[in-house]
Structures are given as structure tokens and as C-alpha cells.
């Protein structure tokens, strides 16, 4: 089991850039593939980004590619989305989660962390 906290979030302008920080427990941290979603007031929650367990791999979802940067640092247990170009539409909860290696569903979230943009 790993338990994951949220850091990072605020408020920025349009334009702007944010770094996330999602800070797993355990000793286990390294074999999950991790991943980054949102949701914004009034919409389902939506995926944004993923990586692999080593970090090797990564994948976006089309609304922030070339924008959004997911990295992981194992050693410090921690995984990162870089945010650059930041969009009103950006605004909402980001939440980490985590799924162990061969699984498809993510088990383990993190209680989020709010990012908010004005134009």
C-alpha cells in the first residue's frame, strides 16, 4: 500500500507555470506506474498525465501535451507535473494516483491539491 500527499497548488495568471509535487510512503514506491488527473467544478474527473514505474515512458492527454511535463524521482519517493503555459481551462483539483505494475485502475489517490488560473 502507499499513501500519497499533494503539494504544490495555488493561485496563478494565465500563462504562468506551477510545479506539482505528489509525495509517496513505503518502500514500494518505485513499482508503481503513477499518474496525474483533475477535475474541475461540475465535470468529471479526467486523466492528464502518466508514467511508468522506472520513467522511462510517459503520456498526456491531447489538452496538455507540449504544456504539461510528468517526472518522477524514486530515490526521493516523489512524482512531479511540471505545468508551463498555464490556461484558465487548467483550473482545477489535481489529484496523483498510483496503480501497482500489471494492474489497469489506479488504487491509491492522494487527496488533492487545488490549481487555480485566471485569465
Known amino acids: 500500500q502507499v499513501q500519497l500527499v499533494e503539494s504544490g497548488g495555488g493561485l496563478v495568471q494565465a500563462g504562468d507555470s506551477l510545479r506539482l509535487s505528489c509525495a509517496g510512503s513505503?518502500?514500494?514506491?518505485?513499482?508503481?506506474?503513477m499518474g496525474w488527473f483533475r477535475q474541475a467544478p461540475g465535470k468529471e474527473r479526467e486523466f492528464v498525465a502518466g508514467?511508468?514505474?522506472?520513467?522511462?515512458?510517459?503520456y498526456y492527454a491531447d489538452s496538455v501535451k507540449g504544456r504539461f511535463t510528468i517526472s518522477r524521482n524514486n530515490a526521493k519517493n516523489t512524482v512531479y507535473l511540471q505545468m508551463n503555459s498555464l490556461k484558465p481551462e487548467d483550473t482545477a483539483v489535481y489529484y496523483c494516483?498510483?496503480?501497482?505494475?500489471?494492474?489497469?485502475?489506479?488504487?491509491?489517490w492522494g487527496q488533492g491539491t487545488q490549481v487555480t488560473v485566471s485569465a
Open positions: 513505503g518502500r514500494t514506491f518505485g513499482t508503481y506506474n
Open positions: 494516483a498510483a496503480r501497482r505494475i500489471g494492474r489497469n485502475d489506479y488504487e491509491y
Open positions: 508514467i511508468n514505474w522506472g520513467g522511462a515512458t510517459t
